[in-house]
């Protein structure tokens, strides 16, 4: 089972998409966590999430998920799990902004931002879902490890 859980080629092309990826969500988990980069921190974020009618439990997982998950991305470590979860988040993330439309709120004309960031991402985490971590990730070494 790990076996199969660390598979992945030494392909750069998949590790710069998982870098990428875990780049772009870094920024997501220390706002939600810590309150960085503008975010509201670990209280505001809970509360956040749970006045869309979601339970705790999930906020909580959604919080700890994109913290953990962007840094296994960005050093490869666990990816398809990392991955699979980031990509549930994200999925959910997706379904809440379809009705604000296709497109970013570039003009403030909405109330919400669109879909076409998500699909970016979903597509990104995919590809480490399927491919697994590649070139210069933890999850490479390990398998040689093995």
């Keep these: 089972m790990m076996k199969a859980l660390l ?6 092309v998949c590790a710069f998409l998982r870098f990428v990826a875990g780049l772009i969500i870094f920024p997501y988990g220390m706002q939600k966590l810590f309150g960085w980069f503008g975010g509201l921190g670990l209280k505001g974020s809970l ?16 919080v700890i998920g994109q913290f953990f998950g962007s840094i296994a991305l960005l050093f490869g470590f666990l990816t398809r799990i990392a991955a699979g979860g980031l990509f ?7 379904i809440v902004h379809i009705p604000d439309g296709w497109t970013m709120n570039w003009f403030a004309r909405k109330s919400g931002e669109g879909i076409e960031y998500f699909i970016m991402l979903l597509s990104l985490l995919g590809v480490a879902l399927i491919k ?15």
């Design 7 to 12: 598979q992945t080629d030494a392909d750069y």
């Design 47 to 62: 509360k956040q999430i749970t006045d869309r009618r979601i339970p705790e439990f999930v906020a909580w997982l959604v």
């Design 88 to 94: 549930i988040i994200f999925t959910g993330a997706l």
């Design 132 to 146: 697994g971590g590649g070139a210069l990730s933890i999850d490479l070494w390990l398998r040689s490890l093995m």
